[in-house]
């Protein structure tokens, strides 16, 4: 994963490893846990704790993006872990 800037720049990495896994027919993408975590840059000014509730905000587009991938290129996706408040 690259740095990036927004959830939709996130989700552009995500679905070329996605594409990359289907293409070999593999039934599971695995992403590592806080494999959001870029999206935290925007809140180095905060402490960990407000920057790790600012990154809980996308976690509901994320999880809806990933299933919609899932079903889209047939694959079984888990995405780490995520926060959620």
Known sequence: ???????DELMQQA???VDALSGYKSDF???PEFFNAPLM???NHLSEVEAIRN???????IVK???KLSI?????IIA???PNL
């Open 1 to 7: 994963m690259r740095p990036c800037r927004s959830v």
């Open 15 to 17: 679905e070329y490893f």
């Open 29 to 31: 993408c695995m992403f």
């Open 41 to 43: 840059a925007e809140y």
């Open 55 to 61: 990154l809980a905000v996308y976690t509901d587009k």
């Open 65 to 67: 993006e990933f299933s």
């Open 72 to 76: 889209s290129y047939n694959i079984n």
């Open 80 to 82: 780490g872990s995520m």
